[in-house]
């Protein structure tokens, strides 16, 4: 990572959706003058056997809303991350990732295709090049690309916002029936992530806490447990669970995924 001049930075060329850039709050103003700019552009090295660029310029991938702040607020230098896309490359698949990415925050699937797409125009090999180019975590970019192997009628139900994103994703584990099944009983019953992910459990053929649920008061260990394994949830971006004194993580039987969460807990592996 390093500061980049602004003056430095551009999108791509014969990019024609700079009407459709990001519109900036006045709290994000707000919060950049008080703290500075946090979130680091992603930009491509001006290699202009890789992409067409003049004067040595650097073409802004994905975090634009920080190079508007910048621009608005007269900061002159930028905190950017740099990345290599391969040889051969065309500017317009970076101009469509900057498209798309300003619809994402609209529809999931939709930039889930999108990053999929990206990684098979570059030939990335893994989740963790493709993470790197779109400035995110290779946990976040797996989760999302995992909602592609979705059937197409579960799919068609995230698109038009029947069903939201964090429901959405434990069904990839099921058989298309199933998923099909139980997702009508989430639309119809409202069920919240933590009920669809026990019901998965049920469906795997483990273990039904919620068949335990009594009258009786929860313990100082249960309150406990469960406020643990809400932390760890949100740390790690998996669903975990505490059970007779094991420590069980959701990951989706993805590697990918896992290794993200090892990396999280300091473990390399090789």
Known sequence: MKLIDIDLLELPKGNTHHLNLPKISLQEMESVKQYGILKPVIVVESDEKAIQCINQKYVIVSEIKSWQLAQKLNIHKVPAHIVKIPLGSEHEILNSYINAESKSHQNPLLEARHL?????????????????????????????????????????????????????????????????????????????????????????GKKDKLSKKNNNTPTAYQVNATSLEQLITEKIGCTARIDQGKLIIDYYNDIDILEGILLNMGIRSN
Do not use: C, D, Y
């Open 116 to 204: 999929q797409k990206l990684k098979l125009s570059l030939k990335l090999k893994s989740n963790t090049e493709l993470a790197s180019i779109v400035g995110s975590t290779r946990t976040a970019v797996s989760h999302k690309l995992r909602l592609l192997k979705l059937i197409p009628e579960v799919q068609k139900k995230l698109e038009n916002g029947e069903l939201k994103e964090g429901q959405a994703r434990p069904l990839v584990t099921l058989e298309k029936k199933q998923q099909l099944a139980l997702t009508k009983l989430i639309i119809s019953k409202k069920f919240s992530v933590r009920e669809i992910e026990q019901i998965i459990r049920e469906v795997r």
